[in-house]
């Protein structure tokens, strides 16, 4: 059950465009060492629903009937996102904006969507991709105060990404990571683990 679980993660989180890039810079073994891991789930850990719970902001991707992608800052008081009991469902109220509904209409065309959630001082982040719906029940509304829908997306893939080009939004302070043709920079820790190092393209 476990392989024909991880079979089908396999087949929807990494497309034919995915492997061909995969293949031309040499990472296809690295990127599947991460679904043979806790990197890639269908549920969201303990970490991840604390950071959700504490985030005062995410960014919401979505795409219209044809497609074309838009990418919105949604923001709010810390704890205006919620995990629901099963792991899996985020809800966050959408509140008064400027009525074109940009995010909204493409979700009720188009459930397909990503969240993007940055902690900019440890730093980290992680990604949810997955399928939402549109929300107008009374007793929903009223968990989401000065919601006028609730977004809910179940899971399908939540990812966590290497944090180092983060930069810290409360200093100021820019990530040593980040190339500036002036100096080299550093190797991050995750790469010098010992099981890491085998699946590294030679470059």
């Known amino acids: 059950m476990a392989d024909q679980m991880a079979e089908v993660v396999e ?12 293949d031309r810079f040499g990472t296809r073994r690295l990127a599947d060492r991460w679904l043979a891991t806790d990197v890639v789930t269908d549920t969201l850990a303990d970490w991840q629903r604390k950071m959700i719970e ?14 074309w992608p838009d990418v919105s800052y949604k923001g709010g008081r810390p704890g205006w996102v919620k995990v629901l009991a099963d ?20 979700i009720a065309a188009n459930p397909r969507v990503g969240l993007l959630f940055v902690d900019f001082e ?9 399928l939402a719906t549109l929300l107008d029940d009374p007793a929903v509304l009223a968990q989401h105060s000065g919601a006028e829908l609730v977004v809910s997306v179940m899971t399908e893939a939540a990812f966590r990404n290497c944090p180092r080009y983060v930069h810290n ?10 190339p500036d043709g002036e100096h080299e920079p550093p190797v991050p820790e995750w790469k010098e ?10 470059r």
């Open 54 to 67: 504490r985030a005062p902001y995410l960014w919401l991707a979505t795409a219209d009937a044809d497609g």
């Open 11 to 22: 087949a929807s989180f990494y497309t034919p465009a995915h492997r061909a890039l995969q």
């Open 193 to 202: 683990s010992e099981d890491i190092k085998p699946l590294l393209p030679e």
């Open 122 to 130: 440890r730093p980290k982040r992680f990604r949810v991709k997955g």
């Open 169 to 178: 939004a409360s200093t100021g302070q820019l990530s040593p990571f980040a």
């Open 87 to 106: 792991n899996q469902t985020v809800q966050f109220p959408s509140y008064d904006g400027n009525g074109m509904f940009r995010s909204l209409g493409n």
